[in-house]
């Protein structure tokens, strides 16, 4: 009898080991997944060459080049090609984090699922998506969305008064 005792102590031990191990691996990647979120850059051309962007993985402009044909354009064409430059980079950078996240947690993991519709503007099935786009303003982060922080976790993003964005909620 004591002997049964000690070999269930020692499975439970085992199987809670295991658990232990798997939470620190997932944290360590979490935080790896953060840093790599963090140094995400996505960089859009335009055909011509005459303009060049740079966003963040929230899709926040973060770099602006234009060359000299790009003073040949109206000011109306000039900033319609910025913003569909935004628009093109943003929405890889979105799908990037979104692909990064599910290769750390699992494609049908809640966290991969919040982090897409985060950074994507993609819904659960039945729900309406956006027509166009990424499915948010280019060149913003989401708003009340989840985010990862650099310790590799959720937190929240929100819009202040003057339209920069601040985290809160780690």
Do not use: C
Not at 3 to 12: G, K, L, M
Request: hydrophobic share 35%; charged share 30%.
């Amino acid at each position: 009898m004591a002997n049964e005792i000690d070999d269930a102590a020692s499975r439970a031990h085992a199987h809670i080991d295991g658990w232990v191990r798997q939470a620190q691996e997932r944290a360590e990647a979490s935080q790896r997944l953060a840093k790599q979120v963090e140094s995400l850059r996505e960089t859009e051309v335009s055909r011509d060459r005459a303009i060049s962007v740079t966003v963040d993985a929230a899709g926040r402009l973060v770099d602006l080049k234009l060359r000299e044909p790009a003073m040949d354009f109206t000011p109306g064409d000039l900033a319609a090609a910025i913003m569909r430059a935004v628009q093109k980079a943003s929405a890889r950078a979105g799908e990037k984090t979104a692909q990064m996240a599910a290769d750390v947690w699992g494609e049908d993991s809640a966290v991969a699922q919040r982090v897409r519709q985060a950074y994507t503007g993609g819904e659960d099935e039945g729900t309406p998506q956006p027509q166009s786009g990424s499915g948010r303003r280019p060149g913003t982060a989401p708003r009340g969305a989840g985010l990862i922080d650099p310790t590799g976790s959720l937190g929240s993003f929100r819009q202040g008064d003057d339209g920069r964005g601040f985290r809160g909620g780690w």
